[in-house]
């Protein structure tokens, strides 16, 4: 559903849009890592200095900003205390023009697993977690069942 989801998301005729492929996802976190100035232990070890996790405080930038399942409005400070934002909601994890790369909801990829029974992948982390844990190179396997409030997509785009 996810990638049928993606492949709606284009502008117009000359885009062609998908979900991201494993590669994809390794590639802009070495280009965040380079080109953004985040390091390794950023991406690899430890995201929380730029992603939305359990156990970071995020100042809110918009003014349409959202948190949690219920969708309320939020303002201010959000304290370190496991809360969903919509997309965008804090320049804080914004990196290279890239907002909630790392936790606020896992990532579905086209990345097929070695797992027979969980073939999918999901990267990044989540707003549940720690950044320490789950950081934003981190690839979790899943069954292709899967749905949750914590997952989402980050769609490529391509201009044909």
């Known amino acids: 559903e996810a990638q049928t989801l993606a492949k709606e998301m284009t502008p117009n005729s ?3 849009s998908s979900l991201m492929f494993g590669i994809q996802w390794d590639l802009v976190c070495k280009y965040l890592e380079v ?6 232990a950023n ?13 970071v405080e995020r100042t809110i930038s918009s003014d349409k900003a959202k948190k949690g399942s219920s969708w309320t409005s939020i303002t201010g400070t959000k304290p370190a205390s496991s809360v969903l934002l ?3 909601a804090s320049d804080d994890t914004k990196k290279m023009n890239i907002y909630d790369f790392a936790g606020n909801e896992w ?4 990345e097929k697993t070695s797992d027979s029974s969980r073939p999918c992948a999901r990267r990044g ?3 549940l977690n720690t950044g320490s844990s789950y950081p ?4 979790n396997y899943d069954y292709t069942t899967r749905s949750n409030y914590s997952i989402g997509f980050h769609p490529t785009l391509y201009v044909n």
Do not use: M, V
């Open 43 to 55: 991406i690899n070890s430890d995201s929380s200095a730029w992603g939305n996790y359990s156990n």
């Open 125 to 127: 982390g989540d707003y």
């Open 107 to 110: 990532e579905w990829t086209l």
């Open 86 to 88: 919509t997309a965008g």
């Open 136 to 139: 934003a190179s981190y690839r």
């Open 14 to 16: 000359n885009y062609t």
């Open 35 to 40: 080109k953004g100035k985040l390091g390794t």
